[in-house]
Nanobody
Framework: QVQLVESGGGSVQTGGSLTLSCTASGDTSSSRCMAWFRQAPGKEPEGVARIDSDGNGGYADSVKGRFTIRGDHAKNTVWLQLNSLRSEDTAMYYC???????????????????????WGQGTQVTVSS
């Protein structure tokens, strides 16, 4: 059974930074695409970024240039560096794990997350002015 555990959320002021981490455990041998989603209160889930086992990252336009995803697939860990945070970044952030081909077709803005088989419990990010 695969488990994902996120950490690193918190409360920051506008313009601040946070680093989220996600570690997967269990049988992850067939899973090679890790991603971050977020969901703000009253809104639909939104894809944020993804990274494959080759280290190739992809981002939603809303976070491009501000967020950076990196991963260590040998350690089954992925990090999301959040810089220049804005109030609209406030959300619960979730880590997701899927098979390698998912990364090839994943479009953050249009994904509902159904292509990812495993999910963490989430970590809250709150940005205030």
């Amino acid at each position: 059974q695969v488990q994902l555990v996120e950490s690193g959320g918190g409360s920051v002021q506008t313009g601040g930074s946070l680093t989220l981490s996600c570690t997967a455990s269990g049988d992850t041998s067939s899973s090679r695409c890790m991603a971050w989603f977020r969901q703000a209160p009253g809104k639909e889930p939104e894809g944020v970024a993804r990274i494959d086992s080759d280290g190739n990252g992809g981002y939603a336009d809303s976070v491009k240039g501000r967020f950076t995803i990196r991963g260590d697939h040998a350690k089954n860990t992925v990090w999301l560096q959040l810089n220049s945070l804005r109030s609209e970044d406030t959300a619960m952030y979730y880590c997701a794990l899927g098979n390698y081909p998912v990364c090839r077709t994943f479009v953050p803005e249009s994904s509902d997350g159904s292509e990812f088989a495993h999910w963490g419990q989430g970590t809250q990010v709150t940005v205030s002015s």
